[in-house]
T-cell receptor, first 111, second 115 residues
Framework: GDSVTQMEGPVTLSEEAFLTINCTYT??????LFWYVQYPGEGLQLLLK?????DKGSNKGFEATYRKETTSFHLEKGSVQVSDSAVYFC??????????FGKGTKLSVKP | DTAVSQTPKYLVTQMGNDKSIKCEQN?????MYWYKQDSKKFLKIMFS???????INETVPNRFSPKSPDKAHLNLHINSLELGDSAVYFC??????????????FGEGSRLTVL
């Protein structure tokens, strides 16, 4: 079945460091891919998405490119801030319309 | 004006009790979901309804019973609560006709603690 694998955390970075969170997927066809973010004590918010191969999603300085050759959708940010501390989830849209999530990666950014 | 709202936000109860969590969305969506997030933050789909019809019913104990009185509401009733039911339950909604590309909108979660 469809699945998402993302790098295990936690990830701890200093402010202004470069961030990469790896995400790969297994699916039939080419599903839409998403990154959601969960700030402490809150629900999930969409961070960015890509709906077809080679699409790049971007938002708030974060980027991810849909790579069908490597079945990947890695999340990157050039310079993280303390306010980016959160749990990040990679997800794909399943055949029944639901989201299938990776296990989440906790990011802590230190000043 | 909250798009997807869940009540209660926190729920503490004893083993064996029955409890309900309610969810409402004002986005005009026709599909709603319940997800369970365990202590390790893993999110797993439980149920999905489209226009009041059950379309996803994952392997969940039959102590869990969803009910959708209309397409704007999806409630979750849990009978005979067990310790392992402690988790955060998230409601979400989306448009079915955008099933391939559209995002899901999530509520803030309902933290259930079973003692």
């Amino acid at each position: 079945g469809d699945s998402v694998t993302q790098m295990e955390g936690p990830v701890t970075l200093s402010e202004e460091a470069f961030l990469t969170i790896n995400c790969t997927y297994t699916a039939t066809g080419y599903p839409s891919l998403f990154w959601y973010v969960q700030y402490p004590g809150e629900g999930l918010q969409l961070l960015l998405k890509a709906t077809k191969a080679d699409d790049k999603g971007s938002n708030k300085g974060f980027e991810a490119t849909y790579r069908k050759e490597t079945t990947s959708f890695h999340l990157e940010k050039g310079s993280v801030q303390v306010s980016d501390s959160a749990v990040y989830f990679c997800a794909l849209r399943g055949s029944q319309g639901n989201l299938i999530f990776g296990k989440g990666t906790k990011l802590s950014v230190k000043p | 004006d909250t798009a997807v709202s869940q009540t209660p936000k926190y729920l503490v109860t004893q083993m064996g009790n029955d409890k309900s969590i309610k969810c409402e969305q004002n986005l005009g969506h026709d599909t709603m979901y319940w997800y369970k997030q365990d202590s390790k933050k893993f999110l797993k789909i439980m149920f999905s309804y489209n226009n009041k019809e059950l379309i996803i019913n994952e392997t969940v104990p039959n102590r869990f019973s969803p009910k959708s009185p209309d397409k704007a509401h999806l409630n979750l009733h849990i009978n005979s609560l067990e310790l392992g039911d402690s988790a955060v339950y998230f409601c979400a909604s989306s448009l079915f006709r955008r099933a391939n590309t559209g995002e899901l909108f999530f509520g803030e979660g309902s933290r259930l603690t079973v003692l």
